[in-house]
Structures are given as structure tokens and as C-alpha cells.
């Protein structure tokens, strides 16, 4: 591992960037917020030779910043050299193992500045292996002796649906009987009989001779009914779907933890637990 840069020995923090020029703008913001070069190192990977070739660009534009003073570790010097600044031990195995592949990993001792040189280091994208250190604490955290798991169980509520017949509408058709009256005009024939004097023209034959009777008809109109059927209305019947709302309630149970203490035990463990109960 090359190094370059800051002193050991305080309180420091650590980013990993991806490539060179991403490093080279966190150490510039850093420069520009008050750091002095005696606050700021740079780790990468490989011997001097290795170095030269892969980031000599980048360590020519070091050179002018920070000078010459420069050294390599060893894998295990290095991850000391780490947590001898006040980087934890995950951490130290994370950045030394990333390193292999190209990165760069800037370290920022700035004693009651630290925070501050946190934020510009995340602002600029560092990686700080704060995730890997976590869950690898956790693990050691729960590295007790004679454990026991207590699962604290709780009922939920799980609606289903299932579709019932509600009701039935039947549809049918019956007859109704009613009077209708309609008002139609006629027109008949009647015999009109008028007597008119000749006073005494002559007969032009014998008495008897001549019409004896005269048949005149007399005609009306009469009015038949016929009924035909004919389609008054059209009803169309289907269904459709209608979406509603409707509210359902029940009680639930769940279990939770409680703590009974007899004897002398030490109750810093038990207090945490009911506090985080207190909280959930």
C-alpha cells in the first residue's frame, strides 16, 4: 500500500473514492474548508513501481501538494496504521481489501473538525464502509453465551372475498285486459219520398197497366273490428358490476415481552429491552 500525506495518531475519518479525479475534488473541497495538508491522506494500492505506472499522473499532481514524503506497507501495516488513526478495525479490513481494485481512500485527521470532514467526504461521494462496519458489529453484538430466542407473535387481520348470491329479479310477461273506445263516423242511405201535382195531365195507359211496385235500395256503412298486435315498448335487461366500500373490524392479540427479576441479575440488559418496548 502507497500512503502520502497526514500524521496518525488523532481522531480521523475515512473515505474510498472510485476513481483519481473524484478523489482529487474531495481533496480540493477539503483544502478549501481549512484543511492543511498535514490533515489529509491518500492510500493506494501496489508497490512504488505499480504505483508509477497505474497512478503516476495522479501522484505527479500529489507530489506538488504534499511533497515527497512518501512510504509503502505492508497489507497488515497498513490496516494498523488505520485503527491506529481511530478507524475501526471493519472498516480498516474493508478499505484494505477495496483498494486492490483501483480506488483510492482519503483520510482526514481534523480532531474536533472530524464531523465536519465526514459531510465534505460524503458530499463528494465517498464511500465510507459505514454499512459493512454495522452489520459486522451486529454480528458481534449478538455473539452471546448459553442465547435464546423468545418470538413475540401477533395477529393481523386477512381479508378475503368470496362471491354469494344477494337476490334474484324475475322478468315476466302477463296479459291486462281493458276497454278501448274509439269513435269511427258512418254514413247510411235514406228513402225520400216528395209528391208532386201534374194537375190532370193525360195517363199514357189503361188503369192497370203500367209499374205496379218499385224496389229502391237504401245502403250504410257498418264497422267491423280487427285487433292486431303491434310492439309498444322494448326493455333491455343486464348486469354490471358497481364497486363499493365497506368497512370490517375485528380484535386482534399480540404477545409482548415482560421482564420479572428475582435474585441479584443485572438489570442494564432488562432495561434496554423495556425501554425499546415502551417505544415500539
Known sequence: MALSGNKSGRDCVAGLYRDESTAEAAISELKDNGFGNEDIGIATAGDGQARTEGHSGFWNKLASTFGKHEHAETSSDFEGTLQ???????????????????????TVCGGERSSTARQILQRTGADMGSSTAV?????????FEGERNIQLVGEILRV????????????????????????????REELVIERVPVQGREASGSIGSGEKEIRFPLSEEQVRVEKKPVINEEVRVGKRQVQDTKRVS???????????????????????????????
Open 250 to 280: 375485528d380484535t386482534v392479540r399480540h404477545e409482548e415481552l415482560r421482564t420479572e427479576r428475582e435474585g441479584d441479575v443485572n438489570d442494564e440488559g432488562l432495561e434496554d429491552l423495556d425501554k425499546r418496548r415502551r417505544s415500539a
Open 160 to 187: 378475503h372475498k368470496e362471491r354469494v348470491q344477494r337476490g334474484e329479479v324475475r322478468l315476466r310477461k302477463e296479459v291486462v285486459t281493458e276497454n278501448q273506445n274509439v269513435e269511427v263516423p258512418v254514413s
Open 135 to 143: 452489520s459486522s458489529g451486529a454480528g458481534q453484538n449478538r455473539n
Open 84 to 106: 491506529h488513526s481511530g478507524i475501526s478495525a471493519d472498516q480498516a479490513r474493508y478499505f484494505n481489501s477495496s483498494l486492490d481494485h483501483g480506488k483510492v481512500l482519503v
